[in-house]
């Protein structure tokens, strides 16, 4: 697959057709704007749903974009299930799914009560979110979570050079990133402590040195939901940023349909793709099928043009590295409930979705699995034990000449990857 930088006229119309919406206008496309209304009438199950993308989008080859999609009006599958009208949900009750939710779905019940305590999670972001602790301390508390605070030594915010006090300066568009993150952080690892990094800026190299930072502060999962078009300057920075032996770091596949990004492309990563979640009446209580709206909206998936495959990934359709490894909920119209209070869209509980959703979902649920080897590259865990992962085998995020690299089938697919959580067998080495 041929890839561009964000800066060239090929590259900025690439991001412009990730920010839009299926139903926006040619004059949206050239001014940048991003609402629109999203509806998957192929499917009617699946609610129709507005929303709108957390933050702008790149203006240079180095910048990455985060990867958050908050549902703007239209009714979500959390809604429908409970009996909420989409007139009845406002900004003081959460209308998405919730740490019980998302436990359930991906068979983590009983580990979650249990596992996780003194391990860290660590959330990497650009731009400061001022409310973070105390949007934390909103969330965990409505869902009768421990809290998780700078005085009990459970929360830490961090400058990327590690400095309490000299923090980046606030943007609301990452603050509503970095709530989702430490939301989906805190539902599905609740014992887990929480290191939040913020790079002083959205560049790639500014972000990186942030991951640096969260490894030398002691963090062994890392959570990545931004990305960007490839360059010939990725290879450096997995060197410079991403081998980290013994860390698992995970990073959001991209939400602008088939197509590949950095740093999900790097071959230190977990890549993480994005699915439709919805309750049924399967034994699991819960189907998946790919998340898409269409060929320009979805999880994103590919082949890398620079990044080396690792020896662990063996599908043949890429020469190259192959997004995704494995993926989690991201659909909007089936998100999950995000508490948020900065900026002009911070008014309280939000549905979010995105492949930012989950990137900190998978961070998660390897820090449930237990503390990586020294020396291990905890990307390739899922490859060894595909049989304690959810397969799925249904959507596609648009159109390619190799079949699985952007539709689902039994076993490996660019989409889901190998598939989504089913315990955590998957995510130990």
């Known amino acids: 697959m041929r890839t561009t930088p964000s800066n060239s006229p090929a590259g900025r119309r690439r991001w412009r057709r990730i920010g839009s919406a299926v139903t926006a206008t040619a004059a949206l496309l050239l001014t940048g704007l ?3 209304a999203h509806a998957d009438t192929a499917r009617a199950s699946t609610p129709k749903v507005t929303w709108t993308r957390s933050c702008a989008l790149p203006r240079h080859q180095d910048e990455m974009a985060c990867d958050a999609l908050r549902v703007t009006g239209g ?35 009983s580990a979650s009560a249990s596992n996780g305590a003194g391990r860290t999670i660590a959330i990497v972001d650009a731009y400061d979110d001022p409310n973070a602790e105390s949007d934390l301390a909103a969330y965990r508390s409505h869902y009768g979570l421990p809290a998780c605070t700078t005085a009990n030594g459970c929360f830490k915010k961090v400058g990327q050079t590690g400095s309490t006090t000299s923090l980046p300066a606030p943007n609301s568009g990452w603050a509503a990133e970095i709530s989702l993150d430490l939301d989906m952080a805190s539902a599905v690892c609740p014992n887990c402590h929480i290191l939040l990094v913020e790079a002083k800026s ?7 040195t942030a991951v640096n930072e969260a490894v030398s502060l002691g ?12 360059s010939s300057s990725d290879t450096a920075y997995d060197s410079a940023y991403f081998n980290h032996p013994g860390v698992a770091i995970t990073v959001s596949a991209g939400d602008g349909g088939y197509g590949a990004e950095y740093p999900a492309a790097s071959r230190y990563v977990t890549s993480v793709g994005g699915t439709r979640l919805t309750a049924s009446s399967t034994t699991r209580g819960w189907t998946e099928s790919v998340w898409s709206t269409s060929s320009t909206e979805g999880t994103g998936s590919g082949c890398s043009a620079y990044d080396a495959k690792p020896a662990w990934q063996t599908d043949t359709g890429c020469a190259r590295r192959t997004i995704a490894d494995v993926s989690a909920v991201a659909d909007p119209a089936t998100g999950v409930s995000v508490y948020d209070t900065y900026g002009a869209d911070g008014q ?4 979010y979705g995105g492949t930012s959703a989950s990137a900190p979902i998978i961070a998660s649920v390897y820090a449930l699995a237990g503390t990586p080897s020294s020396g291990s590259y905890p990307a390739r865990f899922p490859y060894a034990n595909t049989s304690a992962l959810n397969d799925v085998t249904s959507g596609s995020n648009g159109t390619c000449t190799t079949g699985y690299l952007c539709t689902a089938r039994t076993g490996y697919d660019g989409p889901t990857g190998w598939g989504t959580p089913q315990g955590l067998g998957a995510f130990t080495g």
């Open 34 to 36: 991003t609402t629109a």
């Open 75 to 109: 009714r979500t599958a959390f809604q429908q299930q409970h009996g909420i009208s989409a007139q009845a949900a406002d900004a003081t009750s959460p209308s998405g799914y919730g740490p019980a939710d998302l436990r359930a779905a991906y068979g983590l019940t």
């Open 202 to 208: 959205a560049t790639m190299t500014n972000l990186g």
């Open 219 to 230: 963090a062994r999962y890392v959570s990545n939901s931004y990305g960007g078009a490839e």
């Open 348 to 351: 309280g509980w939000a549905t």
